[in-house]
């Protein structure tokens, strides 16, 4: 895909920050002459992981030990710290062990792409958000998501990625939704493990967090989250075992909050009892920056590595500890262990990251394809949507800087936009809380589809201007936004900045309205019933408004299917309001916390999250999970499950007049002694239908998606009776139905 059009949209100003920050100096990662490692037997890559680890391991030294399980400070991220040698400027450095060859481990914060990128002068790619990415259903478009990040980290001097954010949609407002992966632990499991085995291809390692439960923003330091343990092992823990056992990542990064009123990140029954010893996982475990809280309990609680370092708890204070006994050297020797068999199993000790330029080409394709594969369609009246390029046709663009660009998420998931933000433009590190845009105008390429067609854009600040202006015209596209970022929560589902307004007045002076979402996750739209079509972008990334005009004139036919359940309205949701959010005390420092008073967030849906809370509380929502419309239509039929194998089979038509792919969904309702009141996803499948073409759709049945967790038995178990399975379009639209036999 030809990249000029993108370099067309830009200021000169961004064009060359463009290719300013895609080409850089090479420089060396450690900074320091490295040593002849020929004689060193742990270089040996026919040993396993394991025994090259054990291998450096008996050659360190007490010192060398505590030097690896901390960080060395905030460095960049925070004015006045020094910067360690070898510090390639990213979210945090542990120093390397350079006399047995061990390199020193480069974190880069790239929840959606690499941040901090503009700092040294480089450029970095803006993807989708992942919530948009799950909208794909696609595990492919995960892995790529995740190889893209790997590739660009690599070529920027990085060998660790801090992203892979887990923590299912409980809080449909929490300001990092658009960092995760959607409500449903199945989806959103193996959409992160996709991504976190795409990072890992490209010899980086891989995180996944926030584990476990820091489901909201709002006193996110100091909440102790209360919920049962088989609630949590078939909802927020069921998401980590799935992404786990399918990425095997690096490490696991623990959360600031508590849970049953201990931190995360000291949590015997999360990081030991679960994690390692239940789940089997051979990484290593790494504090949220700063959510360390001891020294001896942490580290035999399961903690491996503390960053960013500087309050000290793992360095003296561990030493001190393990040569006094309170911290068993084996422990030390495990936590050390952990963290070089990550090194050598994602390669990069034998394939360390040599700078190079980044491509922004392939980079914006790859953004471009995620994003069309996540773009949701949630109306279509009339058919409004494809537009056709009609000379006759007049267009209204309306609001959120569609003349320029596209909005993204901040906090610590913040790319920098090559030239600055496009509506301030100021080159240089993003300022955290602001809300930044990227160079793709989604104004530009519908005028590219169109270039006969009258197509005018006003900024939407005037509701009677941007009504006049809908008037005139043939139809208007109003483009709405919920800017969303890492430490706020926002306070209701509505739209910011009486948007909700401005598409009630453009609607009532112009029938032919097309609504198109950039937000972080799901709003409400009392306007849904007054205009013909609403498109969701989510954020998303610098190929969006190619994507999106893609979609909005059929060169792509939407696809993409709702990993979250938009609500009508709070009321509906397990909590009308953000809890603890009106303790709020004060706002300090960057905005990055808000203090609050400790307080208990009792979750008393339990397991049933989004789809299942709207199903066992017999509420219909807005729009609901698994929800996605597209320009042909599909018919399911023939659904027929085979107790011997579980494996269920049914057959999906295209009945339209357009080629189209339907993402075809499986659903499960446990037997009577379950005792839970709500279907489960338990599969899905892609599915790719010429007009005409009928495909037969065979899904496996995971027992570990059909189980109960038996808290007294402390394991998983399949209970005997008769499964109800579902097959169709959404979580609402199951037409078919079979039964499945599970023997005692």
Same mark, same amino acid.
């Given at each position: 895909m030809e990249f000029?059009?993108f370099?067309k949209g830009?200021t000169?100003s961004s064009?060359?920050?463009?290719l300013?920050?895609?080409s850089?100096?090479?420089?060396?990662?450690q900074?320091?002459k490295q040593?002849?490692t020929?004689?060193?037997p742990?270089m040996?890559?026919?040993?396993?992981p394991?025994q090259?680890a054990?291998?450096?391991?008996?050659?360190m030294?007490?010192?060398e030990k505590i030097?690896?399980?901390?960080g060395t400070?905030?460095?960049v991220l925070?004015?006045?710290?020094?910067i360690?040698?070898?510090s390639?400027?990213?979210?945090?450095?542990m120093l390397?062990?350079?006399?047995?060859?061990i390199?020193?481990?480069?974190?880069?914060?790239s929840?959606?792409?690499?941040?901090?990128?503009?700092?040294?002068s480089?450029?970095a790619?803006?993807?989708?958000s992942?919530l948009?990415?799950?909208a794909?259903w696609d595990?492919?478009?995960?892995?790529?998501?995740g190889s893209?990040?790997?590739?660009e980290?690599?070529?920027q001097?990085f060998n660790m990625?801090i992203?892979?954010g887990?923590d299912i949609t409980?809080?449909?407002?929490n300001?990092?939704?658009?960092?995760?992966?959607?409500?449903?632990?199945?989806?959103?499991?193996?959409?992160?493990?996709e991504?976190a085995?795409?990072?890992?291809?490209?010899?980086?390692?891989?995180?996944?967090k926030?584990?476990a439960?820091n489901?909201?923003?709002?006193?996110r330091?100091?909440?102790?989250?209360?919920l049962?343990?088989?609630?949590?092992?078939?909802?927020?823990?069921l998401?980590?075992?799935?992404a786990?056992?399918?990425a095997?990542?690096?490490?696991?990064m623990?959360?600031?909050?508590?849970v049953?009123g201990?931190?995360a990140c000291?949590?015997?029954y999360?990081?030991?009892?679960?994690?390692k010893?239940?789940?089997?996982?051979?990484g290593?475990?790494?504090?949220d920056w700063?959510a360390?809280h001891s020294?001896?309990?942490a580290a035999?609680?399961g903690?491996d590595q503390?960053?960013?370092?500087?309050?000290n708890y793992?360095?003296?204070?561990?030493?001190?500890?393990v040569?006094?006994?309170q911290?068993p050297?084996?422990?030390?020797?495990?936590?050390?262990?952990? !963290?070089?068999? &990550?090194?050598?199993d994602? *390669? +990069?000790i034998?394939?360390?990251?040599?700078?190079? /330029?980044?491509? =922004?080409?392939?980079?914006r394709d790859?953004?471009?394809?995620i994003a069309?594969e996540?773009i949701?369609?949630?109306?279509?009246?009339?058919d409004?949507l494809p537009?056709?390029?009609?000379p006759s046709?007049?267009?209204a !663009?309306i609001? &959120?800087?569609?003349d320029? *660009? +596209?909005?993204?998420?901040?906090?610590?998931?913040? /790319?920098d936009? =090559?030239g600055?933000?496009?509506?301030?433009p100021k080159?240089?590190p993003?300022p955290?809380g602001?809300?930044?845009?990227?160079?793709?105008s989604?104004?530009?390429y519908?005028?590219a589809k169109s270039p006969?067609?009258?197509?005018q854009y006003?900024d939407?600040?005037?509701?009677?201007?941007a009504?006049?202006l809908a008037?005139?015209s043939?139809?208007?596209i109003?483009?709405?936004?919920?800017?969303m970022?890492?430490g706020?929560?926002?306070?209701t589902?509505?739209?910011p900045d009486n948007?909700d307004?401005?598409?009630?007045?453009?609607a009532a002076?112009n029938p032919?309205?097309?609504v198109v979402l950039?937000?972080?996750g799901?709003?409400?739209?009392?306007?849904a019933?007054q205009?013909?079509?609403?498109?969701?972008?989510w954020?998303?990334?610098i190929?969006?408004?190619?994507?999106?005009s893609?979609i909005?004139?059929g060169?792509?036919?939407?696809?993409?299917?709702l990993?979250?359940?938009?609500a009508?309205?709070?009321?509906?949701?397990?909590?009308p309001t953000v809890p603890?959010?009106?303790?709020?005390v004060?706002t300090?420092?960057?905005?990055?916390?808000h203090?609050?008073?400790?307080?208990?967030?009792?979750y008393?849906?339990?397991a049933a999250v989004?789809?299942?809370?709207?199903?066992?509380?017999h509420?219909?929502?807005?729009?609901?999970?698994?929800?996605?419309?597209?320009?042909?239509t599909f018919?399911y039929s023939?659904?027929?499950?085979?107790?011997?194998t579980?494996?269920?089979?049914?057959?999906?038509?295209?009945?339209?007049?357009?080629?189209?792919?339907?993402?075809?969904?499986l659903y499960?309702?446990?037997?009577?002694a379950a005792?839970?009141?709500?279907k489960?996803l338990a599969g899905?499948?892609?599915?790719?239908?010429a007009?005409?073409e009928s495909?037969?759709v065979?899904?496996?049945?995971n027992?570990?998606?059909l189980?109960?967790?038996?808290?007294?038995k402390?394991?998983?178990?399949l209970?005997?009776?008769?499964?109800?399975?579902?097959?169709g379009?959404?979580?609402s639209?199951?037409?078919l139905n079979?039964?499945?036999?599970?023997q005692?």
């Amino acid at each position: 895909m030809e990249f000029s059009a993108f370099f067309k949209g830009l200021t000169i100003s961004s064009l060359s920050a463009v290719l300013a920050l895609a080409s850089f100096g090479p420089q060396q990662a450690q900074g320091q002459k490295q040593p002849d490692t020929a004689k060193m037997p742990w270089m040996n890559k026919a040993l396993s992981p394991d025994q090259r680890a054990d291998m450096v391991l008996s050659q360190m030294t007490l010192d060398e030990k505590i030097q690896m399980v901390h960080g060395t400070g905030w460095g960049v991220l925070r004015a006045g710290d020094p910067i360690a040698p070898g510090s390639n400027f990213g979210a945090g450095y542990m120093l390397g062990i350079e006399r047995l060859g061990i390199p020193g481990i480069n974190m880069a914060d790239s929840a959606v792409g690499i941040r901090m990128a503009a700092i040294q002068s480089r450029y970095a790619t803006l993807l989708p958000s992942t919530l948009g990415a799950a909208a794909s259903w696609d595990p492919d478009a995960g892995f790529l998501y995740g190889s893209v990040i790997g590739r660009e980290a690599r070529a920027q001097g990085f060998n660790m990625s801090i992203g892979g954010g887990l923590d299912i949609t409980r809080e449909p407002r929490n300001g990092r939704n658009f960092e995760y992966a959607g409500e449903d632990p199945v989806l959103a499991g193996v959409m992160t493990g996709e991504l976190a085995r795409g990072v890992k291809s490209e010899h980086v390692m891989s995180d996944i967090k926030h584990y476990a439960l820091n489901d909201q923003e709002t006193g996110r330091t100091v909440v102790n989250v209360l919920l049962d343990k088989r609630s949590m092992r078939e909802s927020d823990l069921l998401a980590f075992e799935i992404a786990i056992g399918i990425a095997k990542p690096s490490a696991v990064m623990c959360s600031y909050n508590l849970v049953d009123g201990d931190h995360a990140c000291e949590n015997d029954y999360l990081l030991n009892q679960v994690l390692k010893k239940d789940w089997g996982f051979k990484g290593f475990v790494v504090s949220d920056w700063s959510a360390t809280h001891s020294t001896v309990k942490a580290a035999l609680n399961g903690l491996d590595q503390d960053m960013p370092g500087d309050d000290n708890y793992f360095s003296d204070p561990l030493k001190k500890a393990v040569e006094d006994g309170q911290v068993p050297a084996a422990r030390l020797d495990n936590m050390v262990h952990r !963290i070089l068999r &990550s090194m050598f199993d994602a *390669g +990069v000790i034998d394939n360390p990251p040599v700078r190079s /330029v980044v491509d =922004p080409f392939r980079g914006r394709d790859d953004a471009q394809h995620i994003a069309e594969e996540s773009i949701v369609l949630l109306k279509n009246s009339g058919d409004i949507l494809p537009l056709k390029a009609d000379p006759s046709t007049s267009i209204a !663009i309306i609001g &959120s800087h569609a003349d320029v *660009g +596209v909005v993204s998420g901040g906090g610590s998931a913040q /790319v920098d936009a =090559p030239g600055g933000n496009v509506i301030d433009p100021k080159p240089g590190p993003s300022p955290w809380g602001q809300t930044i845009y990227f160079p793709s105008s989604p104004l530009r390429y519908i005028r590219a589809k169109s270039p006969q067609s009258n197509v005018q854009y006003i900024d939407g600040k005037d509701n009677t201007a941007a009504a006049r202006l809908a008037k005139s015209s043939s139809l208007a596209i109003v483009f709405v936004t919920q800017p969303m970022r890492e430490g706020v929560d926002a306070p209701t589902l509505s739209l910011p900045d009486n948007q909700d307004a401005l598409v009630e007045a453009v609607a009532a002076a112009n029938p032919n309205t097309i609504v198109v979402l950039e937000t972080g996750g799901p709003v409400t739209m009392p306007w849904a019933q007054q205009v013909k079509g609403i498109v969701e972008m989510w954020y998303p990334g610098i190929g969006g408004a190619q994507a999106l005009s893609n979609i909005l004139f059929g060169d792509v036919n939407p696809s993409g299917k709702l990993a979250v359940t938009f609500a009508k309205s709070d009321a509906q949701l397990p909590h009308p309001t953000v809890p603890g959010l009106e303790a709020k005390v004060k706002t300090t420092g960057d905005d990055q916390h808000h203090e609050v008073a400790p307080f208990d967030l009792k979750y008393t849906a339990g397991a049933a999250v989004g789809y299942k809370w709207f199903e066992e509380t017999h509420k219909q929502p807005l729009f609901p999970f698994g929800f996605g419309l597209s320009y042909t239509t599909f018919a399911y039929s023939s659904l027929t499950v085979d107790d011997a194998t579980r494996t269920a089979h049914f057959t999906v038509k295209n009945t339209g007049q357009r080629e189209g792919t339907e993402i075809a969904q499986l659903y499960v309702a446990l037997p009577p002694a379950a005792k839970e009141h709500f279907k489960r996803l338990a599969g899905w499948q892609r599915v790719e239908l010429a007009p005409g073409e009928s495909k037969t759709v065979s899904l496996t049945l995971n027992p570990l998606y059909l189980s109960i967790f038996d808290t007294a038995k402390d394991a998983w178990q399949l209970l005997p009776g008769d499964y109800k399975v579902m097959a169709g379009a959404s979580s609402s639209d199951t037409p078919l139905n079979a039964t499945l036999h599970v023997q005692p």
